[in-house]
T-cell receptor, first 112, second 116 residues
Framework: QKEVEQNSGPLSVPEGAIASLNCTYS??????FFWYRQYSGKSPELIMF????GDKEDGRFTAQLNKASQYVSLLIRDSQPSDSATYLC????????????FGAGTTVTVRA | DAMVIQNPRYQVTQFGKPVTLSCSQT?????MYWYQQKSSQAPKLLFH???????NEADTPDNFQSRRPNTSFCFLDIRSPGLGDAAMYLC???????????????FGAGTRLSVL
């Protein structure tokens, strides 16, 4: 079982709609969760992180964490064509403060 | 602006010819990482430095080595590149965030390695 799993997509949404991305993880002890955006051929850039159960909002992005069910999600409201990218979910591995385990990413395409 | 800088952005090498990729940072972060990312795959951690302490991942091939001469610089050496080593190589740095203990990693732009 992979440590972090995401649907590869592609997830296609019309401009202005909500894009919903999901991520599940295997280590029940995981504490910190990150969403990175990666444009094609570019490096990952951090969108937001979450470590408490519930929702965390930052602009058009909302991260949702449910530790009991071991999933974390990302909602993108009012999707724009510039949001078209691959979104990587990353989870802090066990008690190691320095290592992240990444999912393979979900590719999102926003149709104008 | 403080940042993580990787050079070169694109590197072409020949099968078996040693190659070195470099990473520098102005963030003064004490942890530096090297990842390998192949197309449509997750970034795969090769190793990381905590200060001068080198931490190798168990499944990182011996063909991959790293050096960190000081806080600002870190190098990835591939001693004998094979065709399977063609990938994007990402350098990242991190620091913990106070009481939350959240360790955010900041990535450089990456070096895309081609092996002919």
């Amino acid at each position: 079982q992979k440590e972090v799993e995401q649907n590869s997509g592609p997830l296609s949404v019309p401009e202005g709609a909500i894009a919903s991305l999901n991520c599940t993880y295997s280590d029940r002890g995981s504490q910190s969760f990150f969403w990175y955006r990666q444009y094609s051929g570019k490096s990952p850039e951090l969108i937001m992180f979450i470590y408490s159960n519930g929702d965390k909002e930052d602009g058009r992005f909302t991260a949702q964490l449910n530790k009991a069910s071991q999933y974390v999600s990302l909602l993108i409201r009012d999707s724009q064509p510039s949001d078209s990218a691959t979104y990587l979910c990353a989870v802090k591995v066990g008690s190691n403060d320095y290592k992240l385990s990444f999912g393979a990413g979900t590719t999102v395409t926003v149709r104008a | 602006d403080a940042m993580v800088i990787q050079n070169p952005r694109y590197q072409v090498t020949q099968f078996g010819k040693p190659v070195t990729l470099s990473c520098s940072q102005t963030l003064n972060h004490n942890v530096m990482y090297w990842y390998q990312q192949k197309s449509s795959q997750a970034p795969k951690l090769l190793f990381h430095y905590y200060d001068k302490d080198f931490n190798n991942e168990a499944d990182t091939p011996d063909n991959f080595q790293s050096r960190r001469p000081n806080t600002s610089f870190c190098f990835l050496d591939i001693r004998s590149p094979g065709l399977g080593d063609a990938a994007m190589y990402l350098c990242a740095t991190s620091v913990s965030r106070g009481g939350t203990g959240v360790n955010i990693q900041y990535f450089g732009a990456g070096t895309r390695l081609s092996v002919l």
